[in-house]
């Protein structure tokens, strides 16, 4: 795990960044983020202390950084930075501080002090269920990287894994005995959970395994060979070649060379709600913590359900038409 180094010869200057290195420390091993995670934490508190040595000119004591230096650290920051990057920020000095209140060695919390920016949250890119269908039938079911590719797509949409979920599934989290398998897999924070295959993941996965060994090598790790899914050279597959999968065949079989795994997850939870599962149901199969990021899926439903009834109801066309019909001005 990378943390913030102290730099410096004095403690006084040492003492806002060992804190900073505490704190990303207490991230990894007792809240067990992710790397990336910690990392973002990392960059975003270094902006902060390199910040404040530069307008202090002094070595830096914990009850320097008030509100007064985050507001100008962050104004400084809004000249070249997005506003979801400066929400980020102020998150991470809030939850910085809230640590050192916990452990007693700050009294009070200057980033409770700054107000959120309003975001405009996007909403999901999906695909429809015709056109992602086309997707998963693109590659070509008579090589071992085709199949391979068949039940990456297959698992990503039926399964709604994220990328990293779905690179680290080894041989024994996945059961494809009866008519639903299933697969064990861990999410963001180390959680972890079960979640179902449907017949077309299954079918994938199966012709798949039985020519998986093709792709080991005979140097290969044991962590390759635990592994399901393998790259040509005999390895775990990379995050980047999943990515890069997902491009290719959503350039050739739906003309998106934008399309990304998390949309084919996006695609999968709007299917199943425009099916009829229940909000609950999904937020379990997505491993979401919070049911408002579930709930950002029926924005997506209910804007696909007003434009077929704008273009399919009796009232809609004939308000249009009357519509037309009135004078301009």
Known sequence: MIVAKPSGDTADLCV?????????????????????????????LKQLVDHAEQRLDKPLKLDDLDVLV????????????????????????????????????????????????????????????ETMAEVVEMPDGGTVDGLRDRAVLE??????????????????????????????????????????????????????????????????????????????????ISVRSLQLLVKRYGFVGAGRADLHPHALRHSCATHLLDGGADLRSIQELMGHTSLSVTQRYTHTSIEGLMRVY?????LASARRDRKADLPEG
Not at 81 to 107: C, E, N, P, V
Not at 156 to 170: I, N, W
Not at 310 to 314: R, V
């Open 70 to 129: 985050l507001r100008g650290w962050l104004g400084k920051l809004a000249r070249t930075h997005k506003t979801s990057s400066i929400a980020r920020k102020i998150a991470s000095s809030r939850a910085f501080f809230r640590y050192l209140q916990r452990i007693g060695l700050q009294q009070r919390n200057p980033a409770a002090e700054l107000r959120m920016p309003k975001l405009s949250r996007p909403l999901p890119t999906f695909l429809d269920a």
């Open 310 to 314: 704008d273009k399919a109801h009796p």
């Open 155 to 236: 698992t990503l949409y039926g399964a709604g894994l994220r990328v990293s979920e779905l690179r680290g599934l080894d041989l024994d989290c996945v059961s494809l005995k009866g008519d639903l398998g299933e697969a064990r897999v861990i999410g963001k924070g180390d959680k972890e959970r079960v979640v179902p295959l449907g017949r077309a993941a299954m079918a994938a996965l199966g012709d798949y395994l039985e020519r998986r060994a093709e792709l080991l090598k005979p140097k290969s790790s044991t962590d390759a060979q635990r592994a399901i899914f393998l790259s040509r050279h005999g390895r775990r």
């Open 16 to 44: 806002v960044r060992r804190a900073v290195a505490r704190f990303l420390e207490h991230l990894a091993s007792e809240r067990r983020y992710s790397p990336h995670t910690v990392a973002a934490y990392q960059r975003d």
